[in-house]
């Protein structure tokens, strides 16, 4: 697989965004949305902030809460024996679980595709009760002429999907919860496919606790049905834990080409690709039995939670995939794949799952 | 709280009802839509079956297999140390779970209401991969004429809701998963408000292990969105542990009135109330403090499942809830509880909340 890393990776680090509070400290910028806008590339960036502590002893987060509509401070003792603090993403105490950031998004511009802009204040910030937690892993979806936004919204009722939309990515329109907990890696497809939108959907189910990816149609992007399962993990594979959609999918001869991700026992996160039927895009026609990119150099190992490539999108673009990935839940990288070596990748779905 | 249980309760008992095959044996009938039809009260049963075991060592379960179109009976050793077989409802095996009957849904008609004339064949039986462990708990809305069947379609995809129709309860069009895994207690209100359609959804939030009562709205009942949070537990009340939509909401002067269920630690199983704003159903205007039924007498306590009382629908009749209500898991029972005293009961939310 010809993967060409960008030299100067990540191309995006904490340190290149501003907090939103001078008494803030942004802890990552990663997983990103992703389209061309006025001939730029456009990111929206997800970018993780927590308040600064002064205490070493002392663990702080922030969270909206929607009903004084102002942010709060959360601290936590890290010498009290009932809490965990295990897992650097979570804070899990007796009294409820915590993220140890607060995520929002922003928007970040280039001509040249690999150094940005980045705006000074977020473009979307909690605003509402399911966003208390966050607004996370965006992806955008070019259709008919507006830029639809979906993102994860998380607060304690749960990981939910939002969907926003603009023309212009200074004003944005929300149109509510698309998807009720837990589902996330919601991903609309660019068009009308026999009269139908389609989204990609990651729900959870706790009783069989499967996260595997699903598909939905809808007559107008707001209201989902006829849900179907697609694919899920396979066994002993490099995806055998958890699998989800990643990046939009984009037409090519043969089928809708997906960038998923998967996830193995031990929290590894790679990409692969799927090609789904033109017509009938809960139909998987080829899987590839390997990942397309897996976390190898250092800055996609090691971070604030390492062994983490993951996509929110990419542009297809000259017969080659331009992906714009989170690294290790701290930076952004750039990666260019050729289209060819994806495809030379894919294999029939039996081959992949009987290996 | 004067409820009056019928004498000669349970109504409908597993030796009531005749199994799909000679080599079956029904071990519950219970958690039965409710509606009228052609004057009579009629019934949609789930029907629990398994393969009768002739070995005292085995136990066996039957599953659907969708690809083949036919039933497949799973054996399980009692003797192997690798399964569990500590909760009743569910076989947890390494190579996952299965649980130990497969349900359908069956109709039964009475014209008193307490004496029912059960069909010797299924309504509804397992035919598509979300249904090949079963189909549970149904509701019937009736709404312009058509009634609505919505029921919990499980498999080892998930727990989710499929929608039916019929107009004759002779046969029946599938309308395909409204709410993907994992999603239950979903509760169609019987006319549009506002110009759209609404039901009470019981999404889980794996991350946060809240399991709690949302609404969403559709244009035309098979596509959902909007989705908003509704109500949740009450620490250290009777349903601290989980809480889900039951009966079909009904129209009374001040509201919509919901009967509920909730769940405390120990899995002992009640019903409440909630009544919900006409014009804005997504906003509580009171709710039980206490259960409005509770498991007290023998056919409650003692079952498969026992402590458990729980509804998939009533009959709103002559000023009185006319409740049938599955009990342990095995049977239906039949009881009527006068509007008044559920009324009674009612207060506002914060002042049950902060119980």
Redesign the interface.
Known sequence: MAVFRWPDNPIIKPQSVNPTRKDFEVIGVFNAGVTRFDGDVLLLLRVAERPVSKHPDMELTAVYDSAKQQILIKEFSKNDPEIDFSDPRMTITPW??FLTSLSHLRIARSKDGVNFKIDDSPALFPAN??ESFGLEDPRITLIDGTYYVNYVAIS?????TYLASTKDFETFER?????????KDVILFPEKIGGKYYSL?R??????E?Y?I?I?????L????????VMGSVPHAWDNSRVGGSAVPFRIDAGWLEVYHGVDEDNRYCLGAVLLDVEKPWKILARTGEPILEPKTDYEIEGFFGNVVFTCGLLYEEDKLKVYYGVADTSIAYAEIPLEDVLKKLKPTAAVEGN
């Open positions: 409820g679980k009760e399911y304690p009722l749960g990981v939910t149109h509510g919860v698309i998807a009720c907990p837990d589902n959907q729900p959870v189910t706790a009783l069989f499967k595997e699903w939905a149609e809808s007559p107008d707001k209201y989902w049905g006829n849900h179907r399962y």
